[in-house]
């Protein structure tokens, strides 16, 4: 399997940007941002091609540690304190252990707030924090001034009159060089920004394979989870199950893998909605109903434009199809639903019923036989499958049963 870097990349920061309007629902594009001034700052700092590759990875992921959880436990004061968790620095660093960077670099997102003077949460000071880290720290404040304020004299002013305390010398000197040029402002704008990163980010060749891709959809799947107490194992779950699956109805490899990156990523476009609507204890309303079920177009819309994937993202993205063409969001019918997307709806039903809910608690292997069948008969989900896979994994669950 063949997946371009660059591609996969796109769809990662995509997906990081719905995480951040999910969570600070007024904020567009932040990690896009950050990312693009961070690939002019190591230009305008001479770094090679793979190093301004990575430093536009690293920058995109900046936050990936910020969770729905850290955002409760500190938005009294609202988006600045969430910036400032100490939590989201250490989480971020953690969630990153696997992921395929061409070169990895320790403790970039753990310091991404830390002070040049050493006056930062883990005291590290001056050059000992990396230089992408750095880079990053003064993209991460150029972008938000860029978000409060227009004028950018006052903007320069502020970063200069924070050089050498919490800034680098030497990248306030490189950001300097590169924002005097009206087009570097314009460029920051949302409808140009995923262009110009597409433009300025280095082209590679390299493609991923399977394990980095599984890697990936691993990291995703914890930020996934992350976003609601009330179903934060949902995910893993569904991948667990996925797995043992595809090796009862005797997947290959490849198309095992594959299966369980789908798990993994399938409730990826949840990241967008509110967690006052994942989490609610109650009925959803009309309205709220209307939002959730557009988390599988958000699946799809993440992961739809990086070639190579398209098994993936169609048994992903086709989990709340029904076989006689109700389900959503697009109504897909029997015949355009692969026996992969078939068996990931029965394995995301069986999951959900076999785990806590806000509304409820998780329901006995008897019950869930009767849902699933029932549901069968009414044509929704393939009866052979939904068996198959409620007598081969009804032991997965056992401890809540
Ligand atoms: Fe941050
Ligand atoms: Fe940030
Ligand atoms: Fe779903
Ligand atoms: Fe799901």
Redesign the pocket.
């Known amino acids: 399997m063949r997946i371009s870097r660059n591609e996969f990349m796109f769809s990662v920061s995509f997906t990081l940007d719905f995480l951040e309007m999910g969570i600070r629902s007024n904020i567009t594009n932040h990690n896009k941002r950050v990312s693009l001034i961070s690939i002019r700052i190591g230009k305008a700092m001479g770094l090679d091609e793979e190093s301004i590759f990575d430093l536009a990875a690293y920058a995109i992921l900046h936050d990936n540690g910020i969770t729905h959880k850290t955002f409760n436990a500190i938005s009294e004061n609202g988006v600045d304190r969430l910036e400032k968790s100490l939590s989201h620095c250490i989480t971020g660093e953690m969630n990153l252990e696997t992921f395929p960077f061409i070169k990895k670099r320790e403790n970039i997102i753990k310091y991404h707030h830390e002070r040049y003077d050493g006056q930062g949460y883990f005291g590290i000071e001056g050059c000992d924090i990396p230089l992408f880290s750095r880079i990053i720290t003064l993209a991460d404040r150029v972008e938000i001034e860029y978000r409060m304020r227009t004028d950018r004299e006052e903007i320069l002013s502020n970063i200069a009159g924070d050089t050498g305390t919490l800034f680098s010398p030497d990248v306030c000197e490189a950001f300097k060089e590169i924002s005097g040029n009206t087009s570097f402002w314009l460029s920051l704008d949302d409808m140009f920004i995923s262009h110009e990163m597409k433009r300025e980010l280095p082209k590679f060749d390299i493609e991923m394979d399977l394990r980095d891709l599984l890697a990936i959809s691993c990291i995703l799947c914890n930020i996934i989870d992350a976003k609601s107490p009330f179903t934060g194992t949902h995910t893993k779950g569904i991948a667990r199950i996925a797995c043992k699956m595809a090796g009862y109805f005797g997947f290959d490899e490849e198309r095992k893998t594959k299966l369980i990156i789908a798990a993994n990523l399938?409730?990826l476009g949840?990241i967008v909605v509110p967690n006052a609507i994942i989490d609610k204890n109650g009925k959803l309303t009309k309205d709220e109903f209307a939002i959730m079920k557009s988390?599988?177009y958000y699946t799809r819309k993440a992961l739809e434009s990086v070639k190579g994937l398209e098994d993936v993202v169609e048994w992903a993205a086709n989990?709340?199809e029904k076989l006689d063409g109700s389900g959503y969001p697009y109504g897909f019918a029997r015949e355009s639903l692969s026996f992969e997307s078939q068996l990931l709806a029965c394995v995301?039903i069986f999951q959900a019923l076999t785990e806590n809910r806000p509304y409820r608690e998780s329901l006995g292997i008897e019950k869930v036989r009767g849902i699933m069948m029932d549901m069968a008969g009414r044509g929704y989900i393939n009866g052979d499958i939904a068996s198959h896979v409620i007598e081969h994994c009804r032991d997965e669950n056992q401890n809540i049963f």
Do not use: V
């Open positions: 399938h409730d949840k988390h599988t989990h709340h995301d």
